[in-house]
């Protein structure tokens, strides 16, 4: 054998060698007699599949596959033999996923064998197949979920929203997709800019209550949680809405609140009445020395006058806490709001020989704030420590300002509540005094809550107790 013989001969073996060590397969088939006879196979995926060349060169489909896999893999076959370029399709066996390409070989225009490669993609129909199971999941949830779901692009546009969001607000889907969600009563444009800026900046949630109306003008309370959908990369694609009907549970809240305001209107009325008879009294008498006298004094009627204001005032107030109000957020001084539930409390707590100590900061930060919730806050909190004390004592309340908060404390020297139930506080019905119902504290926390606030509780048994509200200023 001469030298270029040798080489080639070197050459091919070298080549058969690295086929055959090849992760994947490469066979080879040319038409015989009509017959796709297979001429060549090597590679590792090869043996993967539970094959060798021996089962295979020499060969057609159905002598080592089924007869209507065969058939089926016979039509790609024909059109690579054809001449047509491109063809490829999947195949299985064994549990073997595996991509086969197919490639005509022409000598003189004709079309003389056919050459394939084959590559494992096991792996990647694990993953389109769990990719699969996930969105079949999302899927289900996301149509099948009791909570309105809608998904806006960065823009602010709906790109899905599901059956329940319909169903809450009563917009069809034509009437969303492609419509920016601000243009529904859902979320300002402003307040949509300012979430999607928050999101974009690594907020990962966002939620709050607000009130909006149906497509048919029907008001409706929601709780609206946002939070971002990101991309590979981590970068925030579109925003993800879920939105939970609750208007249900804000009329029963409602309904609590009215009643709570029922029982303390009723438990101040001793008070109150003992506190407009003091001036009355005073009123009377000197009006009965000013019969006695020819000429008016003045100094009587300063001190007339003094009174009057005084009645006016503790009236002003307990009818405020009595006649129904909406829910309107305004900028309030909340010591101003302070003292005068002091005002309207102070004869109670004087029949229970109870002091109050003001450590008040004058000139606080005015708070976005409910007037009358806040005001029902202090007095269920004041009253709650009256009625610790049976014996008496002093009520020190006091206020400081730290990190855009304004904090106000509530310490009294009652009884105290055991720690094991300190965590109990704010349940519906749980109380720690005989006739009490627990909707007062609850209604407590949850106008604090409502508020972007908070309620904590410190208590030493036979020390007292102390109430801390924390309510943001901006």
Not at 25 to 31: N, P
Not at 127 to 139: I, P, Q, S, V
Not at 278 to 287: K, M, S
């Amino acid at each position: 054998m001469n030298k270029i013989g040798q080489l080639i001969q070197f050459a091919h073996q070298d080549f058969s060698e690295i086929l055959s060590e090849q992760q994947g397969m490469t066979f080879k088939f040319k038409l015989t007699q009509g017959r796709f006879i297979h001429t060549f196979c090597a590679g590792q995926l090869l043996y993967k599949i539970g094959l060798s060349p021996e089962m295979i060169i020499g060969k057609e489909l159905k002598d080592f596959l089924p007869s209507e896999i065969a058939e089926y893999k016979e039509t790609f076959y024909n059109e690579a033999w054809q001449g047509t370029e491109g063809i490829s399709y999947e195949g299985e066996k064994a549990g073997i996923f595996y991509l086969a390409s197919l490639r005509p070989i022409r000598q003189s225009g004709m079309v003389i064998e056919v050459i394939a490669s084959c590559v494992d993609i096991t792996e990647r129909k694990k993953a389109e197949e769990e990719l699969r199971a996930t969105k079949e999941l999302m899927e289900s949830l996301f149509g099948n979920s009791v909570d309105g779901i809608f998904i806006a692009d960065m823009e602010g546009k709906v790109i899905r929203a599901n059956q329940s969001f319909k169903e809450i607000f009563g917009w069809g889907e034509e009437e969303l997709v492609g419509k920016e969600v601000f243009s529904f009563p859902i979320v300002k444009k402003s307040e949509f800019i300012e979430f999607r800026k928050r999101l974009q900046n690594g907020t990962e949630v966002i939620s709050f209550e607000t009130a909006t109306s149906t497509k048919d003008g029907e008001m409706v309370s929601i709780h609206l949680t946002l939070s971002p959908l990101k991309d590979a990369q981590g970068n925030v694609i579109a925003l993800n809405g879920i939105t939970k009907d609750i208007s249900e549970r804000k009329r029963s809240e409602e309904f609590l609140r009215k009643a709570d305001k029922l029982n303390v209107v009723g438990q101040l009325a001793a008070g109150f009445a003992h506190e407009v008879r003091n001036p009355l009294t005073t009123l009377r008498g000197f009006l009965q020395l000013m019969q006695l006298r020819k000429n008016w004094d003045s100094d009587y009627g300063e001190i007339m006058v003094a009174e009057i204001d005084r009645i006016n005032s503790i009236i002003s107030e307990f009818l405020t806490l009595a006649k129904p109000h909406s829910m309107s957020f305004k900028k309030y001084d909340v010591g101003i709001i302070l003292q005068n539930v002091i005002t309207l409390l102070e004869a109670q707590a004087t029949l229970n020989n109870i002091q109050f100590h003001m450590q008040v900061e004058s000139c606080l930060p005015l708070v976005n704030c409910s007037e009358i919730e806040i005001k029902q806050v202090f007095i269920n909190i004041i009253k709650n420590a009256i009625e610790s004390m049976p014996r008496g004592g002093i009520i020190t309340i006091s206020s400081f300002v730290q990190a855009n908060n304004i904090y106000i404390r509530f310490k009294d020297q009652g009884v105290g509540i055991p720690e094991t139930l300190i965590h109990r506080l704010g349940e519906p019905f749980f109380t720690t005094k005989e006739k009490g119902t627990g909707l007062g504290l609850m209604m407590c926390y949850k106008i604090i809550d409502d508020h972007m606030g908070k309620l904590a509780v410190k208590s030493i048994v036979g020390e007292g107790t102390t109430f801390e509200i924390k309510i943001p200023f901006y």
